[in-house]
């Protein structure tokens, strides 16, 4: 360091000499000059300038190279009793992390039991995943602890099933149910899929979430037709189970197992997955719709399809918001959907391809009457009933703590509206 240091004064010693050398040869150019003639003093005066002017601009380019060659060259080398820093190693650039790769990261530190995600991701599928972090932020102790008590109760397979009436219009008659799942912590606290599914799919367990409430689903089906019941079962696929490598050609191993439940089991996908299906996707729905599992369109974002398309997919129910269509129908011409087709035509012309529509999300009497005048068949919501629990010996589910019953359902429920 004493050596470095006293270069460093050597050359700003030379820069300030051929600062202070300049005017005194510029002084000397000029005496030199005084004896000419008028017409050559000009030009030998300038010429000397120039001369002097690119001399110094080369000398300083000298002391300032000679410089940096001992910055760099004292650069690594530490004072005495210090470590030298680490060398900084530039890396290649890796795929791009989002907010969910953050979150599955940040899910696998809090519960060393979870299991990182498979590395073969869908090629060419467009399935965004959710934003689950608005920001690139750390998450909060109680976000860590939220997730580590999810990520507990789905490796103790607490995973319990409520069914929801879908019912026919206007008779009320239940037609099929829906099962929705819920997960119930170790302390007791039952948790809807908001609250602990971003979690799921984030750590990539969407597939295996799904593949074990379809199976409590299936046992809940044999049980109805135990009963006698003709009631079906429909249950929902996240869009990242779907998108998952594999994941259909995997149902269709479930449903060969179970050749009694043919047309018992019905699988709703989300809207933005039938609009995104690749080639894949499209030939493991064929299979399962040649094995007579028929499709249904649910999360619908707006009011906007083709009939004949959905039913070439083996599409057999479609879910549509209710308000999004008691919306459409108040608009002066009733035309939502497209200059072709008008909201009050929904219901026939799904009908033509053999597709039922169904109003979800009918949570208020006074929807009914508007639902029953567009001529829509099917209706779900908390004006007909709410999710009811399942016993868990019926589900298949031995997790559960407390004994919920699933009581008989009445042929006719409550007239509504």
Known sequence: MVTNKKNTSVLRDRKAALLAFAPAILTAAASATMPMEAGLVLPVFGFLVMTVFFGLVVLWWQAEAERQALAMRFAGAPADGQVPPAPLVLRSPGPAVGPAAVLRELARSADPAMEPPPQARPQGVRFPEPSLLPSMRSPSTEEVGRMRLVAQAFEADRIELHLQPVVSLPQLKIRFYEALARLRLADGTLLGPADFLPILEASGRAADFDRRVLMRAMAVARHLVARGSEAIVSVNLTAHAVAEPG??????????????????????????????????????????????????LDRAADLRFDPVALGDLGIR????????MIKAAEQTDGRYAGPELDVRD????????????????????????????????????????APRPVKPEIAGDQAAPQPFGLEPAPALLRRTG
């Open 317 to 324: 129910f479609m879910k549509l918001p209710a308000d999004l």
């Open 346 to 385: 929904f219901a026939p012309a799904l009908r033509r391809q053999g597709i039922r529509l169904i109003a979800e999300r009918v949570d208020q009497d006074g929807m009914v009457p508007v639902l029953c005048d567009l001529g829509v068949p099917l209706g779900q919501g908390f004006a007909f009933a």
């Open 247 to 296: 994941f259909l050609w995997s149902l269709a191993g479930l449903v060969d197992a179970s050749p009694d439940l043919l047309g018992k089991i019905v699988l709703e996908l989300p809207q933005h997955s039938w609009r995104h299906l690749d080639a894949d996707h499209r030939a493991a729905l064929s299979a399962l719709r040649e094995r007579g599992v028929p499709f249904s």
